[in-house]
């Protein structure tokens, strides 16, 4: 399991993100390697979940504001993400191999551009709809 951390820049993530990328460039290289054996190889990289090591889990207005940059209006829980890992595990998702499995619903009108915990929590989603906005006049 992996992390969207990955896929922005979170200051305070500066060893965490880096080791999660490199275990995502691991899975695509064990992929091509025990592919011929019939083994797959995936990462799975949650969104906002809930769990002790989130701090959005002790925050609730950064909870609040996060939640309304993901689709379905809520953060992720454990059990979403072990739904993917089972599925990948089974037969149903055996032709899988090698991916990097987003597992976050977002709103990307809002936050296309970064994860919506970043861009919530660095305020760069009212800023960038803003530019947007004065440049389209």
């Not at 990328?21 to 691991?26: I, K, P, R, Y």
């Not at 979403?80 to 499995?101: M, R």
């Amino acid at each position: 399991v992996s992390s969207m951390g990955t896929r922005a820049a979170f200051p305070d993530m500066s060893i965490y993100a880096p080791s999660k990328a490199a275990l995502e460039t691991l899975s695509i290289v064990l992929a091509k390697q025990l592919g011929p054996r019939g083994i797959t190889v995936n990462a799975v990289l949650p969104g906002a979940t809930v769990t002790d090591m989130n701090p959005l889990d002790k925050d609730p207005a950064r909870a609040a504001a996060a939640i309304q940059t993901i689709a379905l209006g809520r953060l992720g829980q454990p059990n979403d993400i072990a739904s993917v890992v089972t599925f990948l595990l089974s037969e149903a998702g055996g032709w899988i191999t090698g991916q990097k499995i987003d597992v976050i619903e977002r709103d990307t009108d809002r936050d296309n551009f970064l994860s919506g915990d970043a861009a919530v929590e660095y305020g760069l989603v009212d800023k960038v709809l803003a530019n947007r906005t004065e440049s389209a006049k």
